[in-house]
Every structure is written in structure tokens, then in C-alpha cells.
T-cell receptor, first 117, second 112 residues
Framework: AQSVTQLGSHVSVSEGALVLLRCNYS??????LFWYVQYPNQGLQLLLK??????LVKGINGFEAEFKKSETSFHLTKPSAHMSDAAEYFC???????????????FGSGTQLTVLP | DTAVSQTPKYLVTQMGNDKSIKCEQN?????MYWYKQDSKKFLKIMFS???????INETVPNRFSPKSPDKAHLNLHINSLELGDSAVYFC???????????FGPGTRLTVL
């Protein structure tokens, strides 16, 4: 079984400030981890993914995340927030299916990021 | 070029009606999915098909029936719609070898 916990359903930061969105996971097998972003009235867009290579993963729009196995965490950061970063962010974990079939994504409950001018 | 497309984008209907949502992907992916996003933005997988074969079927009322005529299409048919079915439904696809899923723009279903 796998699960994801996102701490903080709402995060507000000032423009130019550090963005930190927290994600902790639980998985009985080595996980793949993802961050997706959802802008209002749109679908989900992949920001970045961890698939057992480098533990520090860089994504689009200046975001990055670090996989920490000892802490079972995969927090998302961005050094300087921009107004256009305001959106809903989802952390997701996937593990291999029982019969080696496609991995199933389990999403966290999402974090709404507000960027204040 | 739209990678994963869904129609319609908005669907408003009365309780008890039957409706379908269509999904098409032009990425050549093997696997397609349906997700439901509720009013609190919580995303939950409903179904997954691999090469037209059902591989994931979560606890979903049997009023919901997915149909995959070919590996580029995965449609969702809903019978006897209920108020609680109101949500945004997302289609997604992925290649089997990778795990990244590509999402469609969503269909907002409102049941009155």
C-alpha cells in the first residue's frame, strides 16, 4: 500500500520569497515520486519526478525537490516565488502493480499556493 | 497538437440521466486512466486500461463503465447520475515503461 501526506492545505508566500511545499510518503516498495501543478480550470502538469536516480531533482519553472529516504520526504522548493506560481500543487507516489503492470499513482490532498504581491 | 483531449469540457445534466465523457490521446501510450477530483480537489483513480484491457478498477459504483475501443481512446459512461457524481473527471495516459502520466484538461460534471 502507498500513501502521500501533504502538510498544509494552504501556503502563502510573498513574491520573491522561498517556496516550500511539504510531502511525505509511505510505500512498501521503492517509490517513484512526482509533483504536479494544477492551474485554475486546467488539468495537471508534471513539474518534476524522482525515479531512483539523483535524489535532487530539478523541474520546470525553477522548482526542485529532494528525495530523502530516511525522512520519507519529497519536499518541493523554489528559491523565489513568482505571481504566476499561484496554483494547486499535488505530490504523488507510485509503486509497481501486483503483476508488474503499470504503476498506480496515489495523490496527496494538494496544497494551494498563494503568492502575495 | 493536443496530447490528451476530453469532450465535453462542461457537462450539466439532471439526476437519473445517462452521460458519456470521451477521451483521446495521440501520444501512442499504452495505458490510460480515469480520475475523479472532488470539490475539495482530492484526486482518486477510478480505472486504468492497458492496451484496451482493464487493469485497475477501484471501488467505483457499477453505474460507471469505462470502454476502450482502441488503445488511443478511453470513454467513461455513467448511468443513473446522482448528485454525488458532480466532480471534475480527468483522463490521463502514460507509456508502460515510464510512470509519468499526461493529463487531459478535465470534464466538469454537474448533476442537478
Amino acid at each position: 500500500a502507498q500513501s502521500v501526506t501533504q502538510l498544509g492545505s494552504h501556503v502563502s508566500v510573498s513574491e520573491g520569497a522561498l517556496v516550500l511545499l511539504r510531502c511525505n510518503y509511505s510505500s512498501s516498495v521503492p517509490p517513484y515520486l512526482f509533483w504536479y501543478v494544477q492551474y485554475p480550470n486546467q488539468g495537471l502538469q508534471l513539474l518534476l519526478k524522482y525515479t531512483s536516480a539523483a535524489t535532487l531533482v530539478k523541474g520546470i519553472n525553477g522548482f526542485e525537490a529532494e528525495f530523502k529516504k530516511s525522512e520519507t520526504s519529497f519536499h518541493l522548493t523554489k528559491p523565489s516565488a513568482h505571481m504566476s506560481d499561484a496554483a494547486e500543487y499535488f505530490c504523488a507516489v507510485s509503486a509497481e502493480g501486483a503483476s508488474g503492470s503499470a504503476r498506480q499513482l496515489t495523490f496527496g490532498s494538494g496544497t494551494q499556493l498563494t503568492v502575495l504581491p | 497538437d493536443t496530447a490528451v483531449s476530453q469532450t465535453p469540457k462542461y457537462l450539466v445534466t439532471q439526476m437519473g440521466n445517462d452521460k458519456s465523457i470521451k477521451c483521446e490521446q495521440n501520444l501512442g501510450h499504452d495505458t490510460m486512466y480515469w480520475y475523479k477530483q472532488d470539490s475539495k480537489k482530492f484526486l482518486k483513480i477510478m480505472f486504468s486500461y492497458n492496451n484496451k484491457e482493464l487493469i485497475i478498477n477501484e471501488t467505483v459504483p457499477n453505474r460507471f463503465s469505462p470502454k476502450s475501443p482502441d488503445k488511443a481512446h478511453l470513454n467513461l459512461h455513467i448511468n443513473s447520475l446522482e448528485l454525488g457524481d458532480s466532480a471534475v473527471y480527468f483522463c490521463a495516459s502514460s507509456p508502460l515503461a515510464l510512470n509519468e502520466q499526461f493529463f487531459g484538461p478535465g470534464t466538469r460534471l454537474t448533476v442537478l
